[in-house]
């Protein structure tokens, strides 16, 4: 599919531009012969916005002959795990599962296991203690015009502090004599001075960024960039 333009300019409230993305449009393929063609879909309004534009789009979609692949094993990505943490899997054990994907032949060929991407939130749900297992949401994607479904739909895992994992620290020897001296400065020589402390520099304030977002899963849902800069309306 490819949409007569990829932006989308929306007037809401700050809070609701800060929280928005992007904006699903479903499109209904009903309508779409054998060919393919061109269809005029309407620009849905997200809870909170006041207006967006335009107003509808026009979508040009392509039908070509479609193809499946299977992928095994592909890794899955723990995001925000916290700091001093390791995860532990429970399911799938090993963290990964198989996917299959779906698409338009020529989108298939010469697919390859580095061009899908799985990946959990470990912040879903609120945080959790050490230990503690929690099932999280498993996310796939991959390139434009491709679906990707994984075997599952969703992990389990817990986190461990890395001291635990590695198993704590060395033994204290009980023996005094095997305990390491420092050796004595003779008379009249100065210990060496302590080294003066470097200073640190202050981090640098953290700047907003912009991102731009492409269309996702063109496929079946085209997706709208929002306009960040534009000002809320009165």
Do not use: C, Y
Not at 32 to 46: M, N, R
Not at 125 to 137: F, H, I, N, P, W
Not at 188 to 210: I, Y
């Amino acid at each position: 599919m490819t949409p007569s333009q990829e932006e989308a300019l929306v007037s809401a409230p700050q809070d609701v531009l800060d929280s928005l993305d992007a904006i699903e449009v479903p499109v209904d393929l009903s309508a779409i012969g054998e060919e393919g063609g061109t269809i005029e879909v309407d620009i849905p309004l997200p809870e909170g916005v006041e207006a967006v534009q335009p107003e509808t789009i026009e979508v040009e979609v392509e039908v070509g002959e479609g193809g499946t692949a299977t992928f095994s094993n592909i890794p899955i990505n723990i995001e925000n795990v916290p700091e001093g943490r390791t995860v532990q899997w429970e399911s799938p054990a090993d963290g990964a599962v198989n996917v299959s994907v779906e698409g338009t032949a020529d989108s298939v060929d010469g697919l390859n296991a580095g061009d899908i991407s799985l990946s959990a939130d470990w912040q879903e749900g609120g945080s959790t203690e050490a230990g503690a297992a929690k099932t999280l949401t498993l996310q796939a994607s991959g390139p434009d015009n491709i679906e990707v479904s994984p075997d599952s739909s969703e992990v389990t895992l817990s986190t461990v502090e890395n001291n635990e994992e590695s198993g704590g620290g060395a033994e204290e020897s009980e023996n005094p004599n095997d305990a390491e001296t420092e050796p004595e400065t003779p008379e009249g020589e100065p210990s060496d001075p302590a080294s003066p402390e470097e200073p640190q520099s202050e981090p640098s304030p953290e700047h907003r960024r912009k991102k731009k977002i492409q269309w996702k899963n063109l496929r079946k849902n085209p997706i709208l960039q929002k306009n960040r800069m534009t000002a809320p309306m009165e």
